[in-house]
């Protein structure tokens, strides 16, 4: 299923992401059950310190953020699906925006209170990576804005 996965350019960290899916069944698999070891062992270290450990991405410096090719969005740690590139949209922040996910249950929503604010983090509901951010200031037709990391994504072309 991740085919497209089996690049390998060693200098390119963008390239190393989701290489632990390549030999397992992702669906398969019991992603909540996976001890921190597993992932520091398994994703690039900006992978692990956004996806495991909240952290963001600088802006424009990801893989994705500018990426205007059609296809899927998925995790890059366990591999769902979660965006269509028919949502993504130009944001100007320097990071992915989508305006909605691809199914309602695959990205999770989660009250953030860090840094003195209120925010609302999305995370992947089947193996809890942290995603990025969503916000009300996205285009129609449902207003939101999904700011994601590129580091918490894997993106397969269509063909």
């Known amino acids: 299923m991740f085919n497209f996965l089996r690049k390998s350019a060693a200098d390119d960290t963008s390239e190393k992401l ?17 001890p921190e070891s597993y992932w520091k062992e398994n994703l690039t270290p900006l992978q692990y310190k956004v996806t495991r450990q909240a952290g963001t991405e600088r802006a424009f410096t ?14 890059s740690n366990c591999g769902q699906e979660l965006f269509d590139s028919k949502t993504k949209f130009v944001s100007g922040t320097g990071w992915p925006s989508f305006y909605d996910a691809v199914n309602q249950g695959s990205v999770k929503l989660v009250e953030d209170s860090s ?41 397969k072309e269509d063909k």
């Open 18 to 34: 989701g290489e632990h899916l390549k030999n397992i069944d992702p669906k398969k698999t019991n992603w909540p059950e996976k």
């Open 62 to 75: 990801g893989h994705l953020w500018d990426n205007k090719k059609e296809g899927t969005y998925y995790c």
């Open 115 to 155: 840094f003195g604010m209120t925010r609302v983090e999305a995370v992947c509901s089947r193996c809890e990576a942290h995603l990025g951010h969503v916000f009300d200031d996205g285009p129609k037709p449902t207003g939101k804005r999904y700011c994601m990391n590129s580091v918490s994504l894997l993106f």
